[in-house]
T-cell receptor, first 113, second 114 residues
């Protein structure tokens, strides 16, 4: 079965650089979520989209932005990177129903040096 | 509140049962989930339960929900070394017609010894 695809798998950036993470949801899933997981931490909700519109916002820094495109893939743009942004970034997708579970991708590991 | 708490560590012998516990605070939670995360890997959905259910069984996994006490548990029967991982419980609350998100617990590291 198709899963959530995230790219790149690993990314190394320097401080103050920008990064773009991509997420391709499971086919027919039109709801996308972004989570950030720091070392030894639980995943923290950043932002979600439904039908290309932002549906909920969590602890996402102003330096980050995201969008969902017409093919339902999503991109998380991160600017002015800081050392503390080093983390595993997960994307998840679901159908727009409360009984549709979130399926997660394998994540993008971002390292800021 | 959206605090979801778990004990940090559990060690069991191979073949024994494991019970991982979770408490949550948001009484409007609709679904509760268990995810498994192996080192450096993604979050694998194990099972989930609707908030009006008390129990759900899926092969070696049994989920028990005590909604009155806001307590969720995951029992793994005949625990194997391959079950060693971090287990996250997560609650899902519907905020608007389309907005819902998962709030994760702190995670329980399960260590299976021979």
């Amino acid at each position: 079965a198709a899963g959530v695809i995230q790219s790149p798998r690993h990314l190394i950036k320097e401080k103050r650089e920008t990064a773009t993470l991509k997420c391709y949801p499971i086919p027919r899933h039109d709801t996308v979520y972004w989570y950030q997981q720091g070392p030894g931490q639980d995943p923290q909700f950043l932002i979600s989209f439904y039908e290309k519109m932002q549906s909920d916002k969590g602890s996402i820094p102003d330096r980050f932005s995201a969008q969902q495109f017409s093919d339902y893939h999503s991109e998380l743009n991160m600017s002015s990177l800081e050392l503390g942004d080093s983390a595993l970034y997960f994307c998840a997708s679901s159908l727009p129903r409360i009984d549709s579970p979130l399926h997660f991708g394998n994540g993008t590991r971002l390292t800021v040096t | 509140g959206e605090d979801v708490e778990q004990s940090l560590f559990l060690s069991v012998r191979e073949g024994d049962s494991s019970v991982i516990n979770c408490t949550y605070t948001d009484s409007s939670s609709t679904y509760l989930y268990w995810y498994k995360q192996e080192p450096g890997a993604g979050l694998q959905l194990l099972t989930y339960i609707f908030s009006n259910m008390d129990m759900k069984q899926d092969q070696r996994l049994t989920v028990l929900l005590n909604k009155k006490d806001k307590h969720l548990s995951l029992r793994i029967a005949d625990t194997q070394t391959g079950d060693s991982a971090i287990y996250f419980c997560a609650e899902r609350v519907l905020y608007t017609g389309t907005a819902s998100k998962l709030t994760f617990g702190t995670g329980t590291r399960l260590q299976v010894t021979l």
